[in-house]
């Protein structure tokens, strides 16, 4: 039922998850919601342009020099590319986009970490990127959503008693981009990031839509989304994984079975642009199957554009 409400939702353009849903509040539509920024543009122009001081130039540029490099990973991740082409962005900061037509969901991002044991893919800034290759700018709950409106289907999270039962859901292809310091695009499949331990092998499990589930404080009644904790896409399983991997996979820390690629994946800090995919499942329709695999190609360089900030 909840999950069918946010699909309504965004399928009819409005981008707000309710509060149940882990208090988050969307953007309804990236235009028109820029009053006060119309109003500081023309208090601007009104004003007399008056002669800078001398060395007011230099000053000025050293201070943008400084404000650069001291800016956080998700202020630069946030203004490093433009909006991918023919989707509708969800959040009132940019990082979170849907294509509809295309069945696809855009995450802005950056490199966590690129060496090292891993429990996630992918987390949400600020929760656990010490375990993460990629940390992003959207909720879990946020892309819970976003999936659904693109007509994902999520399944049951891991469940290990009174025995071990794996996550279900649709499976979910992962891919990430990001450009090198020349600026030249790169996009590779998620798992070809994550290498199986004491291996020169990469991780080839799928990863499935699980769902996450709910917690309720019980000392104010509230629910929060478990997955905005950190476990958005998970390499270990976790009950509370939003996307998690299919098969077996311990998340005991002396018995992780997966790291990062240290030789793959880009310098910490770069910025990164995931597209999750939901993989049709197959019909008795030749004609729909072949239609729907042409939706899992490999991303073009288009998908990334360069900012114009």
Avoid at 262 to 285: F, G, K, Q
Wanted: net charge negative.
């Amino acid at each position: 039922m909840l999950g069918n409400l946010f699909a309504v939702l965004l399928m009819c353009g409005v981008a707000v998850i309710p509060a149940s849903f882990s208090g988050s509040c969307w953007a309804q539509e990236a235009a028109g919601n820029t009053e006060a920024e119309t109003t500081e543009a023309e208090t601007t122009a009104s004003e007399k342009p008056q002669l800078p001081a001398p060395g007011a130039a230099q000053a000025t540029e050293a201070k943008s020099e400084t404000t650069e490099e001291t800016r956080s990973p998700e202020d630069v991740a946030r203004t490093a590319f433009g909006d991918p082409p023919d989707a509708k962005q969800l959040t009132k900061l940019r990082g979170l986009w849907i294509d509809r037509k295309r069945h696809r969901v855009y995450i802005d991002g950056y490199v966590a970490t690129n060496r090292g044991a891993l429990e996630m893919f992918a987390c949400p800034a600020g929760t656990k990127e010490h375990e993460s290759v990629v940390a992003t700018l959207a909720k879990s709950s946020e892309v819970h959503g976003a999936l659904l409106a693109v007509e994902a289907n999520p399944g049951t999270p891991v469940r290990f008693d009174p025995e071990f039962l794996p996550p279900t859901g649709q499976v979910i292809q992962i891919w990430v981009c990001w450009r090198d310091d020349k600026k030249k695009f790169h996009v590779a499949d998620a798992r070809s990031w994550v290498q199986k331990e004491g291996t020169e092998e990469s991780m080839d499990s799928d990863f499935v839509f699980a769902g996450s589930s709910f917690w309720q404080d019980p000392s104010d009644g509230k629910e929060y989304y478990r997955a905005d904790a950190g476990d958005m896409i998970c390499v270990s399983n976790f009950s509370s994984a939003m996307i998690d991997v299919s098969d077996n996979s311990s998340a005991n820390a002396d018995a992780l079975l997966f790291s990062a690629y240290e030789t793959r994946v880009p310098e910490r800090h770069t910025p990164v642009r995931l597209i999750l995919v939901p993989v049709p499942v197959p019909t008795d329709d030749p004609v729909h199957d072949e239609k729907a695999k042409a939706k899992l190609t490999k991303p073009e360089e288009e998908v990334l554009p360069l900012s114009r900030k």
